[in-house]
């Protein structure tokens, strides 16, 4: 079964709760010291791309993945999150050397052998290892719905249990997010490095993110 396309009021809850922002001012309350402050919630960074689960960030600006992985004829219709969590699986962790998936079974993974970096803002990069695949960042942690406003008539985010008298309960997203990197969102210039060798065979993808408008974010196959 393939994944269900996420609610654009959903998306849009999630930008507007969770995308980093410039020009924030955190509230101080008075104290007999200290005088109050008010609290700002700034301006969303005009550089931020994207923010929600982190896979489904890489479907859209950096669809070219999914190419890595083709176990066989049958995952050639599978959607493209679900070849790139295939690839996720066979994440080699640099310490101990073993897959992300290990002890799930070799018909689920085990079948290559992937390497996956990140760098922001910095020269260093950033090897991810099994957390990726067992705590995505920017996933979804609660469960929601979306009606329509009976008056107006917009599309509301709203608890999936109603209230007393069967009313319809807003609510706001819950994501998980990653506060050692902040991969719960992109933007412009990231760098990613994604490799995968399997049968003898080893390839590198290099992406510097960009806008859709401009074109695609893969810089480099090799």
């Not at 992937?114 to 469960?143: C, Q, T, Y």
């Not at 210039?189 to 995968?196: M, N």
């Amino acid at each position: 079964m393939s994944r269900k396309k996420m609610n654009q009021a959903i998306r849009d809850a999630i930008w507007e709760g969770y995308a980093p922002r410039i020009g924030a001012v955190e509230a101080v309350e008075a104290t007999d010291d200290t005088k109050e402050v008010k609290g700002q919630p700034g301006k969303i960074d005009p550089h931020a791309l994207y923010v929600g689960p982190l896979l489904d960030g890489w479907v859209e600006f950096m669809p070219e993945i999914a190419r890595l992985v083709r176990r066989n004829d049958n995952d050639n219709p599978l959607p493209d999150r679900h070849r790139m969590k295939r690839l996720v699986m066979d994440v080699v962790d640099p310490v101990t050397h073993r897959r992300a998936s290990a002890g799930r079974g070799e018909d689920v993974a085990g079948y290559g052998f992937a390497m996956i970096e990140f760098k922001r803002d910095s020269d260093r990069w950033v090897r991810l290892g099994s957390a990726l695949l067992h705590n995505e960042p920017g996933e979804i942690l609660n469960s929601l719905d979306v009606e329509h406003d009976p008056e107006t008539n917009e599309p509301q985010v709203v608890a999936p249990v109603r209230g007393s008298e069967s009313q319809m309960v807003k609510t706001s997203p819950q994501i998980r997010l990653d506060k050692v990197n902040n991969l719960h969102y992109m933007m412009v210039g990231d760098d990613w490095r994604i490799q995968f060798e399997a049968l003898g065979r080893k390839r590198t993808l290099l992406f510097n993110l960009r806008e859709k408008s401009e074109g695609s974010s893969l810089v480099d196959a090799i």
